[in-house]
């Protein structure tokens, strides 16, 4: 087995709001992730197209999404940030993996068959082949580690699967281009740590979601301070107070989001914040995770719209992150195209 350097990749969808959940849940775990690695984060829109986007709104979420990435501390000196349709190796590659990956590895993938539904028949191809332009988008670079939720766990497993395959199919002439017995790395999820799981405001057992039908079940990252406030005044909740352990919360999955939600905003445990608040009933406790949800989310808040206001500044930051980007994948590409056997 070759060694791989660490590196990190991870992907947004530019498809819809970016909120709480996004928030918590993976951009200040990439700004952390930042300090020990080298760290590549793209705005996935060729994912986004997998379902229908108008135009112009998808022109206004990918930079909507650059820039939360920016405002919550993404350092585009250091990582790199761009956005898929830029850097053409991951199209290009993503076909390659079409051809790498089994039917029945796909039709296994819980995602589809929950955004397909019942109508089948009607989803668009690629929405069925996303997975393969997942693992192109990590294997491009050769990346090892990949902070992702629970959800993508299983498009993970997808990825190192096509990985070991290719590794398997094109042994000989991986080994004969001179990259020893594995051309590409198994990546990594990383997976949980401090980061939450931010569920819907309106109902616990669903995670919060920018397709949710109610914009109350969910924070903005632009909704300003009133919003917030009133959302959270609003949010679903049962008539106890709140307990002073854990265990209490068991069975409470509203309580246990806010109480998930104040933990990450304070950068508490819940257990310290449980004792804080022990008791307490919800009528004292949603004014201060207001209070906490404003300071700690409208400068972040206030600094997007200001990034928002200057889209040539946003548009330049993805096209030096799509050009340092490229300079990485593109020999990969090559090498891949020369294993396989193509001329060049
Ligand atoms: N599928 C991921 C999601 O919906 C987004 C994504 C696309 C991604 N490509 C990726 C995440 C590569 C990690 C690595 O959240």
Redesign the pocket.
């Known amino acids: 087995m070759t060694d791989f350097d660490p590196l990190v990749?991870?992907?947004?969808?530019p498809s819809g709001n970016l909120h709480l959940g996004n928030y918590l849940g993976?951009i200040t775990r990439f700004v952390e992730m930042q300090k020990t690695h080298n760290c590549i984060y793209?705005v996935?829109d060729l994912?986004a197209v997998t379902t229908w986007q108008e135009p112009a709104e998808l022109t206004r979420r990918t930079r909507e999404v650059t820039a939360g990435f920016l405002a919550a501390g993404v350092d585009p000196e250091h990582s790199i940030i761009f956005n898929?349709s830029q850097v053409h190796q991951h199209a290009e590659l993503a076909w390659m993996f079409n051809c790498v990956a089994r039917m029945g590895w796909l039709n296994r993938m819980t995602q589809f068959k929950e955004k397909a539904g019942k109508d089948r028949e009607n989803a668009s191809v690629g929405l069925f082949a996303?997975p393969n332009?997942?693992a192109a988008?990590?294997l491009a670079y050769k990346a090892t580690h990949?902070?992702?939720?629970e959800?993508?766990k299983q498009?993970?497993e997808l990825s190192r699967d096509i990985a070991q395959k290719f590794n398997n199919d094109f042994g000989e002439a991986i080994a004969a281009s001179g990259h020893g017995d594995t051309f590409f790395p198994l990546p990594e999820p990383l997976i949980g740590g401090p980061a939450p799981r931010v569920m819907s405001l309106r109902d616990g057992s669903r995670k919060m979601s920018s397709s949710d039908a109610s914009d109350y079940a969910r924070i903005n990252l632009t909704d300003d301070a009133d919003a917030i406030a009133r959302k959270i005044r609003k949010a679903k909740t049962d008539p106890e107070p709140l307990p002073d352990e854990i265990g209490g919360l068991a069975e409470r999955p509203e309580a246990a989001n806010l109480v998930g939600i104040y933990a990450a905003l304070a950068d508490h445990t819940k257990e310290q914040v449980l004792a804080d608040f022990a008791g307490a009933p919800f009528s004292t406790f949603k004014p201060a995770l207001a209070d906490l949800a404003v300071a700690k989310i409208a400068p972040a808040a206030e600094e997007m719209r200001r990034l928002l206001d200057d889209p040539m500044h946003i548009d330049s930051v993805l096209r030096g992150g799509a050009a340092r980007a490229s300079e990485i994948a593109a020999p990969v590409l090559n090498d891949v195209k020369r294993i396989i056997g193509f001329i060049s």
């Open positions: 990749f991870s992907g947004i969808k993976a793209c996935v994912h898929q996303y332009l997942m988008d990590i990949v902070p992702v939720g959800d993508q498009h993970l």
